[in-house]
Nanobody, 121 residues
Framework: QVQLVESGGGLVQAGGSLTLSCAVS????????MGWFRQAPGKEREFVAA????????HYADSVKGRFTISGDNGKNTVYLQMNSLKPEDTAVYYC??????????????WGQGTQVTVSS
């Protein structure tokens, strides 16, 4: 089993920045791809960003490209999502996810509990 715990959410003004963290524990050796998703009230959960093991490659949703950066620290078993130039439409619960496969936007086996990000205008 793999456990994921997100942190770093909060309230920020439009144009501001936040960094989310996802601590990974358990059978971490089995994980190949880590991702971030978000779900706004009344909307479906959507893909935000993903990174493959050792940072081999990353992938972003068009809506966050150029503003968000996903990165990982293998020594700390932690994945980060640096969010800059935040917009009110970025407001959502952000979830960390992990999988053994290579898909970016689907096929995730494990999920965190989520952390709230609220961007005020």
């Amino acid at each position: 089993q793999v456990q994921l715990v997100e942190s770093g959410g909060g309230l920020v003004q439009a144009g501001g920045s936040l960094t989310l963290s996802c601590a990974v524990s358990g059978r971490t050796f089995s994980i190949y791809t880590m991702g971030w998703f978000r779900q706004a009230p009344g909307k479906e959960r959507e893909f935000v960003a993903a990174i493959r093991k050792f940072g081999i490659s990353t992938h972003y949703a068009d809506s966050v490209k150029g503003r968000f950066t996903i990165s990982g620290d293998n020594g700390k078993n932690t994945v980060y999502l640096q969010m800059n130039s935040l917009k009110p439409e970025d407001t959502a619960v952000y979830y960390c996810a992990a999988q053994r496969g290579q898909d970016y936007s689907g096929g995730y086996d494990y999920w965190g509990q989520g952390t709230q990000v609220t961007v005020s205008s």
